[in-house]
């Protein structure tokens, strides 16, 4: 599943074949249950494929450039996070990718606290 950014809405990519899970851009979607819900939806359905992926010894990427991220999208993302604390009980290490921009303390902090509440670990990348 790849969604194209727009103005309000992150672009994203979900790649079970490659293992991948990327999310860019700003998220404020006017309507963020109706927008994250498909998403939502295919990591669980990932989460169903843990067994296959155990056994081909795949790791799971997740990648995280936003720049910008509302309370509702915020919420999300935890869920999602718990989603991938899951997938990573099930046995499938999962790689989480933090990256912002240099001065944007906001950002780097949501992953921070996404990162605490999951109890994930997450690598941060600060960028020019």
Not at 14 to 41: K, Y
Not at 88 to 93: A, D, I, R
Request: with cysteine; proline share 4%.
């Amino acid at each position: 599943m790849k969604l194209e950014p727009s103005n309000h809405k992150p672009g994203v990519l979900l790649d079970a074949e490659n293992n991948l899970l990327q999310f860019w851009g700003a998220s404020f979607p006017e309507d963020a249950i109706a927008f994250f819900s498909p998403i939502v939806r295919w990591m669980r359905e990932f989460c169903n494929l843990c067994d296959e992926k155990v056994k081909s010894g795949s790791v799971l990427n997740a990648t995280f450039n936003l720049t910008y991220l509302n309370s509702a999208s915020h919420r999300t993302l935890l869920e999602i996070f718990n989603i991938l604390k899951l997938i990573l009980e099930k046995g499938v290490p999962v790689k989480i990718d933090w990256h912002y921009e240099k001065n944007d303390v906001r950002i780097l902090e949501s992953g921070q606290e996404l990162a605490e509440l999951s109890d994930m670990t997450v690598n941060f990348f600060e960028y020019e």
